[in-house]
């Protein structure tokens, strides 16, 4: 029997179970580890400049493609503290990570070594499983352990923590016998199937609402093979977004309080029977008020995790099914009915849907100056094409952007659905650039987002990553402003001043150009909306030449709106802005404006 380390033998089974790429920090507690990263090989290594964006890089690293899991490494005390917010990202949107850190020797786990901390206990709560490996026999058991948790059921994050003692101990391991522990995944019976259906087949008005489960379950191809048999709309969640492309004519657009659509909110109000697929039925979804959500409609339920099913409200029927089983079921079961001339004809309904999203829409044609944030996104849908993959995490320019661009493929919006924490979108991209590096990003954030974690730009520069990075800066925290405005106050969320290096900027206060290019990439100021469109081209341009971030700044007016329920309920969003009612208004809306 072959004899290594622990640490080697661990980094032999990343290996075996697929891992070839890592983000990390390396320390004194976690160097075995590293050493063994080198001395096995195989495994390519992104060196972050804060733990908590290795493990944001890792987060986007596996929502960029399916299969992946990211893992970040990170020595003992606040390296695992640090990574906490990633693990909480992870787990909250069903998200496999593995995050291995470093420990001080088990003989002082309870002496209070330096930067020694119980990172097991603390990261239990967002994690499916975590672990400090007192035994370096366990070690192998424990990774394998942790890849059959982070792919079965309803997949998220597992933390390893490892000693240094244990690290370096030598242990009996084969990797030619090693084989990963079989995936579990539930599965829809063919009776369960029939039922889920008979609901959505009896109704007058039926709805899709496709989740990212579906996504998670790489399964979006038999999501639209079952909508175009049964000829019944989709309303896509935010983490589902993709699974339809939005010019499909059953695409109905998304539902909420916030990240929504007008015409999608109209079609939903509409519908008598909804079949949920992989979703969590999120507050985001449905608001607080689950009166007007529910109204008299059915609901039927799918979803990998038994404990969902009813968490938020009781739906008519449930099914504990993996989204890509239950799909498959239900397609076969469609095709059948089909055959047999039962399916009934929901081709009227599918037609009123696309009639609202021709009618219900907002404007995006501003000529202001400073410039509306709308038309940054109107120009957006004009530069970056079909197969661009848009990274995000919060703000206003996330809800701004769910409501006015355009996603057509899996994976192409990659968002932090619930956890949202400022500065996640750089790391994320860095991540999703590492795994996927043919498909075309484009990350979004405000300012204050971009300025939580603006020192990963300088990882993209360092190793390479070339992607645009839209900045829409108000100087403002602009979400939490508008929340504000419920209390009549307006307290702690001005980032305005003048900067006494560049007085042209005025109140804008930070210079992101010149940070932007101090960290290694390179960055272009848009102050004239007409002038936006040119700068998308040039930054292109720019980072397919230079191979690193290019970074387009557009100032924006300092107060902007963006229209949202004031009552956290979907039936009563409020318009703030003024509506499109020629075709000039919204020109790069998925359907033409019918007036």
């Given at each position: 029997?072959?004899?290594?380390?622990?640490?080697?033998?661990?980094?032999?089974?990343?290996?075996?179970?697929?891992?070839?790429?890592?983000?990390?920090?390396?320390?004194?507690?976690?160097?075995?580890?590293?050493?063994?990263?080198?001395?096995?090989?195989?495994?390519?290594?992104?060196?972050?400049?804060?733990v908590?964006?290795?493990?944001?890089m890792?987060?986007?690293?596996?929502?960029?493609?399916?299969?992946?899991i990211?893992?970040?490494?990170?020595?003992?005390?606040?390296a695992?503290?640090?990574?906490?917010?990633?693990?909480?990202?992870?787990?909250?949107?069903?998200?496999?990570?593995?995050?291995?850190?470093?420990?001080?020797?088990?003989?002082?786990?309870?002496?209070?070594?330096?930067?020694?901390?119980?990172?097991?206990?603390?990261?239990?709560?967002?994690?499916?499983?975590?672990?400090?490996?007192?035994?370096?026999?366990?070690?192998?058991?424990?990774?394998?352990?942790?890849?059959?948790?982070?792919?079965?059921?309803?997949?998220?994050?597992?933390?390893?923590?490892?000693?240094?003692?244990?690290?370096?101990?030598?242990?009996?391991?084969?990797?030619?016998?090693?084989?990963?522990?079989?995936?579990?995944?539930?599965?829809?019976?063919?009776?369960?199937?029939?039922?889920?259906?008979?609901?959505?087949?009896?109704?007058?008005?039926?709805?899709?609402?496709?989740?990212?489960?579906?996504?998670?379950?790489?399964?979006?191809?038999?999501?639209?093979?079952?909508a175009?048999?049964?000829?019944?709309?989709?309303?896509?969640?935010?983490?589902?977004?993709?699974?339809?492309?939005?010019?499909?004519?059953?695409?109905?657009?998304?539902?909420?309080?916030?990240?929504?659509?007008?015409?999608?909110?109209?079609?939903?109000l509409?519908?008598?029977?909804?079949?949920g697929?992989?979703?969590?039925?999120?507050?985001?979804?449905?608001?607080?008020?689950?009166?007007?959500?529910?109204?008299?409609?059915?609901f039927?339920?799918?979803?990998?995790?038994?404990?969902?099913?009813?968490?938020?409200?009781p739906?008519?029927?449930?099914?504990?099914?993996?989204?890509?089983?239950?799909?498959?079921?239900?397609?076969?079961?469609?095709?059948?009915?089909?055959?047999?001339?039962?399916?009934?004809?929901?081709?009227?309904?599918?037609?009123?849907?696309?009639?609202?999203?021709?009618?219900?829409?907002?404007?995006?044609?501003?000529?202001?100056?400073?410039?509306?944030?709308?038309?940054?996104?109107?120009?957006?849908?004009?530069?970056?094409?079909?197969?661009?993959?848009?990274?995000?995490?919060?703000?206003?320019?996330?809800?701004?952007?769910?409501?006015?661009?355009?996603?057509?493929?899996?994976?192409?919006?990659?968002?932090?659905?619930?956890?949202?924490p400022?500065?996640?979108?750089?790391?994320?991209?860095?991540?999703?650039?590492?795994?996927?590096?043919?498909?075309?990003?484009?990350?979004?954030?405000?300012?204050?987002?971009?300025?939580?974690?603006?020192?990963?730009?300088?990882?993209?520069?360092?190793?390479?990553?070339?992607?645009?990075?839209?900045?829409?800066?108000?100087?403002?925290?602009?979400?939490?402003?508008?929340?504000?405005?419920?209390?009549?106050?307006?307290?702690?969320?001005?980032?305005?001043?003048?900067?006494?290096?560049?007085?042209?900027?005025?109140?804008?206060?930070?210079?992101?150009?010149?940070?932007?290019?101090?960290?290694?990439?390179?960055a272009?100021?848009?102050?004239d909306?007409?002038?936006?469109?040119?700068?998308?081209?040039?930054a292109?341009?720019?980072?397919?030449?230079?191979?690193?971030?290019?970074?387009?700044?557009?100032?924006?007016?300092?107060?902007?709106?963006?229209?949202?329920?004031k009552?956290?309920d979907?039936?009563?969003?409020?318009?703030?802005?003024?509506?499109?009612?020629?075709?000039?208004?919204?020109?790069?809306?998925?359907?033409?404006?019918?007036?």
């Open positions: 029997m072959p004899r290594m380390t622990a640490a080697a033998a661990a980094v032999e089974i990343l290996k075996l179970e697929g891992v070839d790429v890592a983000f990390g920090v390396p320390g004194a507690a976690i160097n075995p580890f590293y050493k063994a990263l080198k001395l096995v090989g195989g495994i390519s290594h992104t060196l972050a400049r804060h908590e964006g290795a493990s944001h890792a987060e986007g690293y596996t929502r960029a493609k399916a299969g992946n990211g893992v970040c490494i990170g020595t003992s005390g606040p695992g503290t640090d990574m906490i917010t990633g693990l909480y990202s992870a787990i909250a949107d069903s998200i496999p990570i593995l995050c291995i850190t470093g420990q001080a020797p088990v003989s002082k786990l309870h002496k209070e070594d330096f930067q020694a901390v119980d990172i097991a206990s603390i990261a239990k709560p967002v994690t499916k499983a975590a672990t400090t490996v007192l035994e370096a026999a366990q070690v192998p058991g424990v990774f394998q352990q942790a890849f059959h948790l982070m792919r079965s059921g309803r997949p998220g994050p597992v933390l390893i923590d490892l000693p240094i003692d244990v690290q370096l101990t030598e242990i009996e391991f084969d990797p030619e016998t090693y084989q990963p522990l079989p995936v579990y995944k539930p599965a829809a019976s063919r009776a369960q199937a029939e039922k889920a259906l008979s609901f959505l087949l009896a109704a007058e008005r039926p709805l899709i609402v496709a989740g990212g489960g579906v996504i998670n379950a790489d399964a979006t191809e038999l999501l639209v093979e079952f175009e048999l049964t000829g019944v709309p989709v309303i896509s969640t935010l983490m589902g977004w993709g699974t339809i492309p939005d010019d499909h004519p059953l695409a109905a657009g998304m539902v909420g309080v916030q990240t929504s659509h007008r015409y999608g909110n109209a079609t939903f509409e519908s008598d029977s909804v079949l697929i992989g979703n969590r039925w999120a507050n985001r979804h449905t608001g607080y008020n689950l009166d007007a959500y529910r109204g008299d409609r059915t039927v339920h799918v979803d990998i995790e038994p404990t969902q099913i009813g968490k938020i409200f739906p008519d029927y449930g099914v504990v099914s993996d989204a890509k089983a239950a799909l498959e079921l239900f397609v076969e079961i469609a095709k059948e009915l089909k055959a047999e001339g039962k399916l009934p004809d929901f081709s009227a309904w599918a037609a009123s849907a696309q009639e609202r999203k021709a009618t219900l829409q907002r404007r995006t044609h501003f000529d202001n100056v400073p410039i509306k944030p709308q038309r940054v996104y109107e120009e957006m849908n004009k530069a970056f094409g079909p197969e661009t993959r848009y990274v995000t995490t919060i703000g206003l320019s996330q809800i701004a952007a769910a409501q006015f661009l355009h996603v057509y493929n899996k994976r192409n919006w990659i968002n932090c659905g619930q956890a949202g400022l500065g996640w979108t750089i790391p994320a991209a860095i991540g999703a650039a590492t795994a996927d590096p043919e498909t075309p990003i484009v990350a979004l954030s405000g300012d204050y987002d971009f300025q939580f974690m603006i020192e990963e730009l300088a990882v993209a520069a360092q190793h390479k990553v070339p992607y645009v990075h839209v900045l829409v800066n108000n100087a403002y925290l602009g979400l939490i402003r508008q929340a504000q405005a419920g209390l009549d106050i307006n307290f702690q969320v001005n980032l305005e001043f003048e900067n006494i290096n560049t007085p042209e900027l005025g109140v804008y206060g930070v210079d992101h150009v010149k940070v932007a290019e101090g960290l290694g990439v390179k272009i100021r848009v102050t909306p007409n002038e936006l469109g040119a700068a998308f081209e040039e292109k341009k720019l980072a397919a030449e230079y191979r690193v971030p290019v970074v387009v700044e557009a100032i924006l007016e300092r107060v902007t709106n963006i229209s949202m329920s009552t956290v979907m039936s009563d969003v409020t318009e703030f802005e003024e509506l499109a009612t020629e075709p000039g208004h919204a020109p790069t809306a998925i359907k033409a404006l019918q007036v």
